[in-house]
């Protein structure tokens, strides 16, 4: 019930186009559901988090997009630029009070 | 705002000895942080809570005895590897809880036992 589950593994993208990471929670308890971004030999840095009482949230051409009914949701990232190749994370936790859960992350690669 | 640091990035050591990494958030006061070991092309594992002032949370399969971690004061938590072995060679990343409580992470530690 702890687990996050997040898809694809791996995702190529064209510059100039959309790409969308999925993930899915089972917890109902979780409050707090960040994205992060990790270059390789980095550590994870927190590129934007949604809570469940809202169904969007943009930054920039970053979205999460909510569904708490489904217990999903994803991160759109619009305008793919090369710079954007990283591997990214979702997670879930009960902010405050728990550890985060991490999805197993997914690499994306913009090309040219 | 909401820096977190780590010391030192990397470090190479010989089988059988310790070693230390320390854990710093430079502009709040984190009661609480938390330790991550990373593989490559791995998620995050996190192997201890540790709490400011009290004895750390281990998650289940990490020995204690072997990882300790000390959080004396509101801006760092230590990680020692004690007799480290090349098994343990790995990615260390900590991370602090800011006041709303979000994790920021900091960037991480390369160990190498050889």
Redesign the interface.
Known sequence: QQQVKQSPQSLIVQKGGISIINCAYENTAFDYFPWYQQFPGKGPALLIAIRPDVSEKKEGRFTISFNKSAKQFSLHIMDSQPGDSATYFCAATRISYDKVIFGPGTSLSVIP | GAV?S?HPSRVICKSGTSVKIECRSLDFQATTM?WYRQFP????M?MA?SNEGSKATYEQGVEKDKFLINHASLTLSTLTVTSAHPEDSS?Y?C?A?GR?????????T?LTVT
């Open positions: 977190v780590q938390f092309k791995q998620s995050l996190l809570t990615f990343i991370s809880r709303g409580g979000e994790q920021y992470f900091g960037p991480g390369r």
